[in-house]
């Protein structure tokens, strides 16, 4: 069986970054909701060991939440984070109540004695807190391994039992030693091996994958972005022929995208592949629309049209493939297979169509895992690293009415980004980058004409989680050589703006 760490959610922000940390240590940890986890699926699952994340609760509310208590009677070590220190300390039987010296928030030092967490960390560290109650006093068997000025318990451990409490959050970067702590109680305490690697996470789901689905038909709707690309590789190497990807090509792509996707999946890896042009049928609904979500809805209910008929003709299909990734799981609320990414071009298909399955192969990745499993599958570099691309394509970045020669326009000033950062010397490569044709015309001046054409804005951002994002500093170099390139080259448009608004106020797409 495959070790596994479990991550028992409290509702803390960090819940997936402690699953992450644990992972990038080469053991696998999987997230759990700490309403649906019982001590018999606990004990099913063989877990190496449990980790009670932080949470918003205070553990004296009577509605906060709470673990089985039967979890305390395994023998799995436990390492409760914040919220789950002080539920371990709570459920114990130990006292906890408001911070005596207040809230504490952020960098603070911390001061342990001998505990098997705090291997190879110096006597004293920084630490990252945030926290409004304190344990007041530790249960039985536990003793007080660590504290920071205004935080007496700010660790507590029962070397025995391996039960340990940590006040902050070992997860973030500025717990200097946070990484050691972690791999101190994946490796000292729960005796972990660290052997879990991408490569056998691939080869593991293409083995399951092929025992579950064989005999059944499977259909899978390509986006041209990078899980759906994964997902499907993934089963080809699993079902081969019994796979059948469809691929809607709406009009509203980047320049090359269609070829790539063809070129990619179609000749290098062979796989029964179905491009649908129905550029004319979008760009017909789209007549007139200037309105954001109007566009918006039009793509993804057109969509989900095309998807339905081209089904329809492919006969009986049993399975279809989501390219749900982790974070849109947990997002979504808790695991159950119904979860379906609320992307515009697969939300609403499985029931309209009348799959018995849906299959997620990529379920438990977080997205920098399903770019290595693809690299790993062997999909071409550009594709795995693409930057993302939204469902609506380019129809959200046409400002007003979308039309062929607009679109045109587009594909090509943004071509010619993409090209020169592409060639621009080492600099840090932004999250996004795109440009924008916006419904202004200006007055410019070439050779001896007066001209009147468009003007496209370029748009670049940094960002870890598109929730917030700065606007990247392009070095003046590139934001040169491409507004000479897209003014002399893309007819029709005859000035070049640079968007440099963060995130908020703005968002990164314009509409
Ligand atoms: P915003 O504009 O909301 O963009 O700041 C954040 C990220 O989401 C992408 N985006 C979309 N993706 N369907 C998608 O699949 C959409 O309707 C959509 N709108 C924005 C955007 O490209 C950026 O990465």
Redesign the pocket.
């Known amino acids: 069986m495959q070790e596994k760490i479990l991550v028992l959610d409290f509702g803390g922000q960090y819940s997936l970054l402690i699953a992450r940390r644990i992972r990038q240590q080469h053991v696998f940890a999987e997230v759990r909701s700490s309403c649906d986890m019982t001590v018999a699926q606990i004990q099913r699952e063989g877990y190496k060991g449990i980790v009670f994340t932080g949470g918003p609760s205070s553990v004296y509310d009577s509605v906060s939440p709470r673990f089985d208590p039967e979890i305390l009677r395994l023998a799995i070590p436990i390492l409760g984070i914040c919220y789950g220190h002080q539920l371990l300390a709570w459920m114990a039987g130990a006292e906890v109540c408001p911070a005596e010296n207040g809230s504490e928030y952020g960098r603070v030092t911390l001061r342990h004695t001998e505990s098997a967490l705090f291997r190879h960390v110096p006597p004293e560290s920084a630490c990252w807190m945030s926290h409004t109650d304190a344990v007041r006093s530790v249960p039985a068997g536990f003793t007080v391994t660590a504290s920071t000025e205004s935080c007496p318990c700010a660790a507590m451990a029962d070397e025995k039992r391996k039960r340990y409490g940590v006040q902050f959050h070992p997860e973030v970067t500025h717990t200097e030693y946070g990484i050691q702590m972690l791999r101190n109680f994946l490796f000292s305490v729960c005796d972990c091996a660290g052997d879990w690697t991408m490569e056998d996470f691939a080869s593991t789901s293409i083995e399951t994958l092929r025992w579950e689905l064989s005999g059944k038909r499977v259909l899978c709707a390509l986006s041209g972005?990078v899980d759906s690309a994964v997902a499907a590789v993934l089963l080809h190497r699993a079902i081969g022929d019994d796979l059948t990807c469809v691929f809607v090509d709406h009009g509203l792509l980047r320049k090359g995208e269609r070829e790539q996707v063809e070129q990619v999946f179609g000749c290098r890896f062979r796989m029964r592949m179905v491009v649908v042009d129905a550029r004319e049928r979008f760009l017909a609904r789209l007549k007139g629309v200037t309105d954001p979500e109007g566009k918006?809805k039009i793509i993804g209910e057109e969509f989900i049209r095309v998807f339905e008929e081209e089904a329809k003709k492919l006969g009986k299909q049993d399975v279809l493939v989501q390219g749900t990734i982790y974070p849109d799981v947990v997002e979504s609320g808790w695991g159950s297979a119904a979860v379906i990414k609320s992307?515009?071009?697969v939300g609403g298909l499985p029931g309209r169509i009348g799959f018995s399955g849906i299959v997620e192969p990529l379920r438990m990745l977080f997205k920098d895992e399903v770019r290595a499993v693809g690299l790993g599958l062997g999909i071409p570099e550009e594709l795995v690293m693409r930057?993302?691309?939204?469902?609506?394509g380019l129809a959200?970045r046409v400002m007003g009415e979308i039309t062929e020669k607009k679109l045109r326009v587009l594909r090509e000033a943004d071509a010619i980004l993409c090209e020169e950062v592409a060639k621009a010397g080492p600099f840090n490569v932004p999250?996004?980058y795109?440009a924008v044709l916006t419904d202004t015309r200006s007055v410019g001046v070439m050779g001896d004409e007066r001209t009147y054409g468009w003007v496209v804005a370029l748009r670049a951002?940094d960002?870890d989680d598109?929730?917030t994002?700065d606007w990247a500093r392009l070095p003046y170099e590139l934001l040169e050589k491409v507004s000479s390139r897209i003014t002399n080259e893309v007819r029709s448009v005859s000035r070049v703006v640079y968007d440099i608004t963060s995130?908020p106020p703005?968002?990164?797409?314009?509409?």
């Open positions: 972005g918006r992307h515009h071009n930057q993302p691309f939204p469902g609506p959200v999250s996004q795109f951002v960002t598109f929730m994002a995130k703005g968002t990164v797409e314009w509409e």
